[in-house]
């Protein structure tokens, strides 16, 4: 049996263009991109290539591009930066790799509202509080598990007005397949994103500063990457980085036309038990390809588990290493409860999959579902 692979927020394949980038310039191109000698200088021209490319389609400076190991550490670099007299402002929907660094900090959350977007009201009331003890505020572009778009614009504007000296630091990991990034970033200071996400290699990051002088390195050595982020560099990761980077903004109109057909062919198979199943942020500003539900009576745990049985690997809230599920916060913090939150499904997918393929895991869901639920 053929699985179906629907945890595309989780990890998607490495693009076949990504893979030979990769294995051409790690042959060719080996030497140490910081040697003085032939071999290192062409080595260092890569990596620099690729830096250029990448500022391109982000609307940046290569000076404002750092490569590092992932999001998880540009989040944990981030939050470190911040001055320490100052307030983190957080919204309690972003990614763990965010969330518990800022934890340990001077921080504030933001409330969420029931479609899965921050209150902003709840934040324009702590930017005229805090105004300018704030030092950073943390807002992720695309929520990893309801798909849910944030109004990054918007809260740009409202810290410039009330918290001009404050940095705004975007995740922009899921926005990859979905959002034109040029535009998504124009206002922020900071943001980052994983290769893995959008057909790149896993254990590459990109990192995107604007301004001089106020982050901090978290890894220190050789002083590479602009003195930010010390570690022998890897050009054949950076070249298949910048290679997906490029494919996923190319495709984005195609992928979200796709996935929204794919979507729709979903939620018509779920009508079935449409009295079994929530589904959690359905609104226009969700990216098609992540649907969330929450399916009361069951255990995400035992979903997951006849699902994968079934042949449909999919998700819910967020898995930690051990592979074991906690209760999604995202849920939690938009107002569902605790058991509700133990009984979510993440289905998340490209577009590329067809639409063949979403009314097959569309028919496994229910038939579980029913299994489950009805029995
Ligand atoms: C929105 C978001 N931010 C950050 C991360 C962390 O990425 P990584 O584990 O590659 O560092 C993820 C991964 O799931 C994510 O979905």
Not at 39 to 56: I, M
Not at 74 to 101: G, M, Q, R, W, Y
Not at 164 to 178: E, H, M, T
């Amino acid at each position: 049996m053929k699985s179906i692979y629907f945890d595309c927020a989780s990890t998607v394949a490495m693009r076949p263009e990504a893979i030979s980038a990769y294995c051409d310039t790690a042959g060719q191109f080996f030497a140490n991109p910081s040697s003085s000698h032939l071999l290192g200088s062409r080595a260092k021209a890569v990596l620099e290539g690729a830096r250029e490319s990448v500022a391109t389609i982000l609307g940046a400076d290569p000076s404002q591009i750092i490569f590092n190991s992932g999001a998880t550490e540009s989040a944990n670099t981030f939050v470190a930066s911040a001055p320490i007299d100052t307030a983190v402002i957080v919204s309690p929907i972003e990614h763990h790799c965010v969330l518990d660094p800022a934890m340990r900090s001077n921080s504030l959350l933001m409330n969420v509202n029931r479609d899965g977007k921050v209150d902003l009201a709840h934040l324009k009331e702590i930017f005229k509080e805090r105004r300018n003890g704030i030092g950073m505020v943390f807002l992720m572009a695309v929520n990893n598990e309801t798909g849910v778009i944030q109004p990054i614009d918007y809260v740009a504007t409202l810290m410039k007005k009330y918290s001009p000296s404050a940095k705004l630091i975007v995740d922009a990991v899921q926005a990859a397949n979905w959002l034109e990034l040029k535009g998504l970033l124009h206002l922020v200071d900071g943001a980052f994103l994983a290769a893995h996400k959008f057909g790149g290699p896993k254990g590459f990051g990109i990192l995107l500063k604007r301004g001089d002088g106020w982050v901090a390195p978290l890894i220190v050595g050789g002083g590479q990457e602009f003195d930010l982020r010390s570690g022998t560099q890897d050009p054949a990761a950076a070249l298949a980085a910048k290679r997906a980077l490029e494919m996923a903004q190319s495709e984005i109109k195609e992928h979200n036309e796709k996935a929204t057909v794919m979507r729709k062919a979903i939620v018509s198979q779920l009508d079935e038990v449409k009295d079994d199943v929530i589904f959690c942020a359905d609104g226009p500003e969700t990216v098609p390809g992540i649907l969330s539900m929450i399916v009361p009576g069951a255990n995400s745990e035992e979903l997951l588990f006849l699902l994968d049985e079934a042949g449909l690997c999919a998700s819910a809230g967020s898995a930690c290493a051990s592979g074991a599920l906690e209760p999604s916060h995202v849920l939690v913090s938009m107002g569902y409860t605790k058991a509700q939150a133990r009984s979510s499904l993440r289905l998340s997918f490209t577009g590329d999959e067809g639409e063949e393929t979403a009314i097959a895991a569309g028919r496994i869901v229910v038939d579980v579902i029913k299994r489950l639920v009805r029995a």
